[in-house]
T-cell receptor
Framework: TQLLEQSPQFLSIQEGENLTVYCNSS?????LQWYRQEPGEGPVLLVT?????EVKKLKRLTFQFGDARKDSSLHITAAQPGDTGLYLC????????????FGGGTRLMVKP | NAGVMQNPRHLVRRRGQEARLRCSPM?????VYWYRQLPEEGLKFMVY????????ESGMPKERFSAEFPKEGPSILRIQQVVRGDSAAYFC???????????FGSGTRLTVV
């Protein structure tokens, strides 16, 4: 069982549609990060959420951290082909170094 | 301010050869992390280094893999006697302090033939 379960694994939608992807765990976290990885590139940090119930917006992307700090969601409004990529959630370890544990990711394809 | 620089971008090695992957962190970043992304799998932590020190190598295979971050020069991930199962994308990330977001490089894609 993975520490972070992401769903769905794959999502293919048309340009203009809305979507939500999820990152779930049975563990409680002090913070959680979302990354986007495009083909052939490294992950790029989108946001860090730290407070239970927190909502952060980044243009058409809305990130929410669950009240119990065990889960998070990413909602994209009016998806565009440029949103295509692998969306990864990640949490840091509690020891020195804050190494990240990643979820398996949601692979999103937005068709024009 | 250049980002995290990894080279080479692509590396092909025959089974049994050595692979050397280089990572130059962002200017001012003294913490370096290596991650591996196997085909159809997520990113997995391998090793965390500071200048001249390995802090945590709990994610790195005990045999054939080693990492260093010398006082001068890039961090190096070295894989000896590569096998087909080592084929993966290897990413380096750096940060100025530990409790901060990472910046990842574009990765080195290793193919073992």
């Amino acid at each position: 069982t993975q520490l972070l379960e992401q769903s769905p694994q794959f999502l293919s939608i048309q340009e203009g549609e809305n979507l939500t992807v999820y990152c779930n765990s049975s563990s409680v976290f002090s913070s959680l990060q979302w990354y986007r990885q495009e083909p052939g590139e490294g992950p790029v940090l989108l946001v860090t959420v730290v407070t239970g119930g927190e909502v952060k917006k980044l243009k058409r992307l809305t990130f929410q951290f669950g009240d119990a700090r065990k889960d998070s969601s990413l909602h994209i409004t009016a998806a565009q082909p440029g949103d295509t990529g692998l969306y990864l959630c990640a949490v840091g370890s509690n020891n020195a170094g804050n190494m990240l544990t990643f979820g398996g990711g949601t692979r999103l394809m937005v068709k024009p | 301010n250049a980002g995290v620089m990894q080279n080479p971008r692509h590396l092909v090695r025959r089974r049994g050869q050595e692979a050397r992957l280089r990572c130059s962190p962002m200017k001012g970043h003294s913490h370096v992390y290596w991650y591996r992304q196997l085909p159809e799998e997520g990113l997995k932590f391998m090793v965390y280094l500071q200048k001249e020190n390995i802090i945590d190598e709990s994610g790195m295979p005990k045999e054939r893999f080693s990492a260093e971050f010398p006082k001068e020069g890039p961090s190096i991930l070295r894989i000896q006697q590569v096998v087909r199962g080592d084929s993966a994308a290897y990413f380096c990330a750096s940060s100025p302090v530990t409790d901060y977001g990472y910046t990842f490089g574009s990765g080195t894609r290793l193919t073992v033939v």
